[in-house]
């Protein structure tokens, strides 16, 4: 089972300002299989990218997604207020078949 | 409009038994695998079951193996997940969630989620 490991935990910035956020894969994975999920308090989670880097129509090109093998980023740049939220990232396999990561807390400074 | 709406949650006792629902609208229904993911209080997101569009094939995390059941009404556009032996850590609120494709295996990501039905375990 592929382990997902997020980092930081709580990220604290202020808007207007670019966010960096990490997702560590436990082995090197296909990038098909990377997805990244965003959840506001008391909402279901947002399909945000897919493909590693394949950006929702919903999201505005602010955000974005890259990395490859075990490291995968996201990107959001220009902080709007609504963008403070949990960010998941996701991994697609076959037992389980979804695998998430932790979650990072991006919080207004 | 694309909608999962989930309900049936509740509070149960340890042990117990309840069936969530989630009523699918405005696609087509058989065209897509579903699941069935759970949040406990504060913590993140974990998968717990799949099923296929036909109904054929079905997934489950370890931690629920033989305890949770899901199925579909395909003429109903429902996908259910029939909760028994509930036990305390089972309490969490409970996605249903809409896979991009028709199979488990090619369903990579969940684009569409239900609002949530919270299921409370205690005595």
């Known amino acids: 089972e592929i382990v997902l490991t997020q980092s930081p935990g709580t990220l604290s910035l202020s808007p207007g300002e670019s966010a960096t956020l990490s997702c560590r894969a436990s082995?090197?994975?296909?990038?098909?299989?990377l997805a990244w999920y965003q959840q506001k308090p008391g909402q279901a989670p947002r399909l945000l990218i897919f493909g590693a880097s394949s950006r929702t129509t919903a999201f505005p090109d602010r955000f974005s997604g890259g990395g490859s093998g075990t490291d995968f980023t996201l990107t959001i740049s220009r902080l709007e207020p609504e963008d403070f939220a949990v960010y998941y990232c996701?991994?697609?396999?076959?037992?389980?078949?979804?695998?998430f990561g932790q979650g990072t807390k991006l919080q207004i400074k | 409009e694309v909608q999962l709406l989930d309900s049936g949650g509740g509070l149960v006792q340890p042990g117990g038994s309840l069936r969530l629902s989630c009523a699918a609208s405005g696609f087509t229904f058989t065209t897509y695998a579903m699941n069935w993911v759970r949040q406990a209080p504060g913590e993140g997101l974990e998968w717990v079951s799949g099923i296929s569009g036909s109904g054929d094939d079905t997934a489950y995390a370890e931690s629920v193996k033989g305890r949770l059941t899901i199925s579909r009404d395909n003429s109903k556009n429902t996908v259910y997940l029939q909760m028994s032996s509930l036990r305390a850590d089972d309490t969490a609120v409970y996605y249903c969630?809409?896979?991009?494709?028709?199979?488990?295996?090619?369903?990579?990501?969940?684009?569409?989620w239900g609002r949530g039905t919270l299921v409370t375990v205690s005595s």
């Open positions: 969630a809409r896979g991009s494709g028709t199979f488990l295996t090619t369903s990579r990501v969940l684009d569409v």
């Open positions: 082995q090197s994975i296909n990038n098909y299989h």
């Open positions: 996701q991994h697609s396999g076959t037992s389980p078949l979804y695998t």
